[in-house]
Nanobody, 119 residues
Framework: QVQLVESGGGLVQAGDSLRLSCAASTRTFSLWVVGWFRQQGPGRERELVASIYNRAAKYISDSVEGRFTISRDDVKKTVYLQLNTLKPEDTAIYYC????????????WGQGTQVTVSS
């Protein structure tokens, strides 16, 4: 069982920055791929925004490329999502999720953190 806890969301203005954190409980954290998803409203699908396995294995969605970056600290068992130059359309609940390396599907999910960007 892997527990994931997100933090760092909030209400900001367009152009501002936020850093989201995802803290994990597993001892084998370095073996897990962690992704950040967002859901922009009820009934909307969760969109994969970014994922990371190690420094050489990262993914950033085209929709946030150049504004968001993902990183991880395996000692702190934490993955970070840096959100820069935020836009109102970035408003969403942001979830982190984890899957063991080699697995296709994300197995564990956090509870989500709300990001609201005002214009």
């Amino acid at each position: 069982q892997v527990q994931l806890v997100e933090s760092g969301g909030g209400l900001v203005q367009a152009g501002d920055s936020l850093r989201l954190s995802c803290a994990a409980s597993t001892r084998t954290f370095s073996l897990w791929v962690v992704g950040w998803f967002r859901q922009q409203g009820p009934g909307r699908e969760r969109e994969l925004v970014a994922s990371i396995y190690n420094r050489a294995a990262k993914y950033i969605s085209d929709s946030v490329e150049g504004r968001f970056t993902i990183s991880r600290d395996d000692v702190k068992k934490t993955v970070y999502l840096q959100l820069n130059t935020l836009k109102p359309e970035d408003t969403a609940i942001y979830y982190c999720a984890a899957k063991f390396r080699g697995n296709a599907n994300y197995t564990y999910w956090g509870q989500g953190t709300q990001v609201t960007v005002s214009s």
